[in-house]
């Protein structure tokens, strides 16, 4: 039987659904002690989904990074500093360097949780299209494999051919990325398999709540990239408050808001320090109070749908 959509019961549910349950704000203010039933954040905190496997909370995003030795050095430093998740995709055109960086790390591939996405363009040969992705890695299969944003026309016939690589073991899991409550439902009503992760824009300032509660009612797992806001609010009082009275970075302070809430985050940098800046998030927590005080930010005006007319625009190019 198909999983059910959102529909007419999340909209009834909506009214009574407040800010804190969006996600599962974790006030870890005391989390070096044994009080309270919440395990502390470490760099090893994985996020079960539904089909049973674990995602590593934390990754490495490469969006941007060159192929070559460029992206081979940020996948090394990343896996060096504990992270256990790369993300890339076949419209980053990185995928040969990201392999070749995890077959050279010394790092058992089992241990590693690789994503890498479908081009929307490719929709109707998904298997051909994965198939060249792992050709390009060098690798048997990936960990994940998302539709990278809605295919036009091509919504449901996609996912059921998604299905069918998860099925062959090309990829162990599957989802999407940038999908609206709107496609989600769309995509739910036909499959036998329901996305195990939503990979959208999310930060404070990009906080879709509906889009996130929506995905938690119907157990799919949220995945944030640009969770530092590509970097356009590190001087927000707020967040530069926050960094000073923790004695961190504001990017750490934003992946913290993140990891907190129960999200995968996948922030990208090519740069070693801050790949192991934005790893050392363990030794602090922010409280309920603070939580909400990100959580309440104003928000930018970009979105999904712009960000995903510069990723075609990209694409094209």
């Given amino acids: 039987m198909a999983p059910r ?3 007419g019961v999340w909209g009834s549910a909506a009214a009574d659904f407040d800010r804190v349950s969006l996600g599962p704000v974790v006030d870890q203010s005391d989390a070096q002690s044994d009080r309270g039933s919440n395990p502390p954040l470490g760099i090893s905190t994985t996020i079960p989904l539904s089909d049973g ?3 590593p909370a934390m ?3 490469v969006w941007q990074i060159p192929d070559g030795r460029a992206v081979e050095d940020a996948v090394h430093w990343a896996l060096e500093a504990g992270i256990r998740h790369i993300d890339t995709a076949r419209l980053y055109r990185n995928e040969r360097g ?6 050279t790390s010394g790092v058992p591939r089992e241990d590693i949780w690789l994503t890498t996405k479908l081009f929307p363009l490719e929709a109707p040969w998904v298997e051909r299209a994965l198939r060249a992705s792992l050709k390009r890695l060098h690798l048997d299969y990936v960990d994940l494999y998302l539709v990278h944003f809605p295919p036009p026309g091509a919504l449901r016939s996609s ?3 998604m299905e069918s690589v998860a099925k062959h073991g090309l990829a162990k899991s599957i989802g999407v990325s940038n999908y609206t409550v709107g496609h989600l439902n769309k995509t739910l009503q036909i499959a036998d398999v329901k996305p195990a992760v939503n990979q959208i824009h999310l930060s404070p300032y990009h906080y879709s709540k509906d889009l996130v509660g929506s995905c938690t009612a119907l157990g799919v797992a949220v995945e944030a990239y640009s ?9 927000d009082p707020v967040l530069v408050s926050l960094a000073s009275a923790h004695g961190k970075s504001p990017a750490q302070i ?3 808001w ?5 999200f995968i985050l996948i922030p990208k940098s090519a740069r070693k320090d801050r790949i192991e800046s934005n790893a050392d998030v363990y030794d602090f927590a922010l409280t309920s109070e603070e939580m909400l005080q990100l959580d309440a930010s104003p928000q930018l005006t970009d979105s999904v749908s712009s960000a995903l007319s510069f990723r075609r625009k990209s694409a094209s190019r």
């Fill in 227 to 235: 969770p530092l806001a590509r970097g356009r609010k590190m001087n």
């Fill in 98 to 103: 990201v392999g070749e960086a995890i077959r």
């Fill in 258 to 262: 993140g990891l907190q809430h129960g």
């Fill in 159 to 161: 996912w059921k051919r």
């Fill in 254 to 256: 934003l992946i913290r």
């Fill in 53 to 55: 496997r674990a995602i």
């Fill in 59 to 61: 990754g490495l995003g």
């Fill in 5 to 7: 959509g959102v529909g």
